[in-house]
């Protein structure tokens, strides 16, 4: 999911992006790992994803996460609602949430992300064990997000809560996410 976010954010900026691809291709390998590689921690972890992709580590996330290595995230619940990422910040929080199969739940509402950060995301919680709750409200996402979120209920039936108000996704979009959510949440009762 790295180069496909990548091509999104070096069309703003063409000049940098040999630079952004070279960063970002140690965490290509990472990612398929689960929990944090050998003898790193999930703070080590974040912080060298930071570092890879340029960006400025979230202060309270990083206070989160354990500093020892083999220690897992002390959460089932990752809520970055008053606590602003952004679309490259996101990447790295992915990294984690990667590592964290414990994880039920993830809100990232009112971050400033766009629809290729959501593709991002889909691509991690489409296959992670845990996450049944998804909370992408109040960013600037439109029907391209509508689209992928479509595949991410589609092909993860364990997510039965997705939150996608105050965005620009269509209407026709939204009944059919509305629809799929409850198709999920049904046959998880069931």
């Given at each position: 999911f790295f180069f496909d976010y990548l091509t999104f954010l070096t069309s703003l900026h063409p000049l940098k992006a040999a630079k952004m691809r070279q960063a970002a291709k140690p965490q290509a390998k990472a990612g398929s790992t689960k929990g944090p590689p050998k003898g790193k921690s999930l703070r080590e972890v974040y912080e060298e994803t930071c570092a890879n992709l340029k960006v400025r580590p979230n202060s309270t996330f990083e206070e989160m996460l354990p500093d020892k290595p083999g220690q897992v995230l002390n959460?089932?619940?990752?809520?970055?609602?008053?606590?602003?990422?952004?679309?490259?910040?996101?990447?790295?929080?992915?990294?984690?949430?990667?590592?964290?199969?414990?994880?039920?739940?993830?809100?990232v509402t009112e971050n400033g992300l766009r629809n290729a950060a959501i593709k991002a995301?889909?691509?991690?919680?489409?296959?992670?064990?845990?996450?049944?709750?998804?909370?992408?409200s109040d960013n600037y996402i439109s029907e391209g997000a509508g689209k992928v979120l479509e595949v991410l209920l589609k092909e993860n039936p364990r997510i039965t809560e997705l939150g996608f108000s105050n965005t620009k996704i269509d209407v026709d979009c939204r009944l059919r996410l509305k629809d799929l959510i409850a198709l999920n949440a049904a046959n998880a009762r069931s």
């Open positions: 959460t089932d619940t990752l809520d970055f609602s008053r606590n602003y990422v952004g679309d490259r910040g996101m990447l790295a929080v992915l990294e984690i949430v990667q590592r964290s199969p414990q994880l039920k739940r993830l809100v995301i889909v691509t991690v919680v489409v296959k992670h064990p845990g996450i049944s709750s998804l909370d992408v």
